[in-house]
Every structure is written in C-alpha cells, then in structure tokens.
C-alpha cells in the first residue's frame, strides 16, 4: 500500500501522516516514511528528535547541492539517507525519487 498525505500549508499533514505512519507500525506494517516537504518536519512528529531531523535535512541539501550522490536504489537510499522512528517506522527525507523501479513510492 502507498498512501500520501497532501493539502494545504498548515492543515496538519505532518501530523497526519505521522499517526497514520505509526498507528501502522503499531499494527505490524511495515512503514516506510518519506518526507518530501520543503520544510520537512516529519522526523520531528515521528519522534526521532531535533538532532535527528536535522542531519536527515542536512543529507538532503548536500544532495541538492551535488555534495552527496544520489542512492542507486530504493534500498541503498535507506541504508544511506533513512533512519529509525518510534513504533518501527522508517524515515527519509529526499526531495525526489529519480529513476524509480517498479513499485516503488
């Protein structure tokens, strides 16, 4: 399953989609977040802390800015750009998936 949380600026998707990732998890799916907002805070109400997010952003614009290389697959950019939330969800924060495989998000 694949869901995406969209809207307006301000009308609780962060906080949407955290629950909805973590009531999930809680349930026994496998979750993998994906925060592709252009201030994204998801680490934040996913519960990986300040610290956390911070470096998830900081990958993020090292990419943007060509410092970093982009993941070859879907696999590699968790390894690479994910980490570990509350209730076993799995976090990342890119701003666009190039070249995806079949099935991917």
Same mark, same amino acid.
């Given at each position: 399953?694949? /869901?995406?949380? $969209?809207?307006?600026?301000?009308?609780?998707?962060?906080?949407?989609?955290?629950? $909805?990732?973590?009531? /999930?998890?809680? !349930?026994?799916?496998?979750?993998? @977040?994906?925060?592709?907002?252009?201030? =994204?805070?998801?680490?934040?109400? +996913?519960? $990986?802390?300040?610290?956390?997010?911070?470096? /998830?952003?900081?990958?993020?614009? @090292? +990419?943007?800015?060509?410092?970093?290389? !982009? @993941? =070859?697959?879907?696999?590699? /950019? +968790? #390894?690479?750009?994910?980490? #570990?939330? =509350? #209730?076993?969800?799995? +976090?990342? $924060?890119?701003?666009?998936?190039?070249?995806?495989?079949?099935?991917? =998000?």
């Amino acid at each position: 399953m694949k /869901l995406a949380v $969209v809207g307006k600026g301000g009308s609780g998707k962060t906080t949407t989609a955290a629950v $909805v990732a973590r009531t /999930l998890a809680r !349930h026994g799916t496998s979750v993998v @977040a994906l925060d592709c907002d252009s201030n =994204p805070n998801l680490g934040i109400s +996913l519960g $990986v802390g300040d610290d956390e997010t911070e470096r /998830l952003i900081a990958m993020r614009q @090292a +990419l943007d800015e060509g410092e970093q290389e !982009h @993941a =070859p697959g879907w696999d590699d /950019l +968790l #390894d690479r750009f994910g980490t #570990d939330a =509350p #209730d076993g969800v799995r +976090l990342a $924060v890119v701003t666009a998936i190039q070249n995806p495989e079949p099935g991917c =998000p």
